[in-house]
């Protein structure tokens, strides 16, 4: 029963924001606001996490739910200490108070939390390196694509480089320290439900 209220608050407010994300402060419905929204890993994280929690109320013996909601947390994990570890210390003082107001304060905190705490506390059932390493596959896509986002894609359709991965071309060693950082989350996930 916990576990389902767990998973049922993650959904609702994660739904509740990505909506919300599309209207204007007038109210107004607006495509294009949603849209730059959902470019974030943080959104991408949490409606992945979102919906494999939402699942797991349904269905929480599936094998496949299953993985797909260690996926999820996984994910936000990766979104909630980068937000602590780099992005707060790269904008500086007050950095990581303007992270962690309005929605984002659930996004970037207290989502992953509930996810880490229903996955690691009420959904333990073994796993192996090999499967752990689907956890992985959110940064390991995301990168590239945000690689081809910021620099190669026609102009028109170019990101800034909003997480400032990229800054002074230090890409290669930044997409590095976040797959090294998410296999070592990864593992940290595995040694809990193995315990």
Known sequence: MADMVLNASIFLVTFAIVVFRFFRRDRRWDIQRGKYALRFFTSQSNILCAAAALLMCFFPQNRFVW???????????????????????????????????????FLHLIAPLLALVSFCVFEKRGMSFALSLAGMLPVVLYGPWYLYKILYAPEEKRWDDFYGFNKGGRWPVTFAMMTVGTFLICMGLLALQNR
């Not at 980068?82 to 990581?96: D, E, H, N, Q, R």
């Open 67 to 105: 993985l797909l909601k260690y996926t999820g947390t996984a994910a936000v994990t990766v979104t909630m200490l980068t937000v602590f570890l780099f992005l707060a210390p790269s904008i500086g003082k007050g950095g990581l108070r303007q992270l962690l107001k309005g929605s984002d304060l």
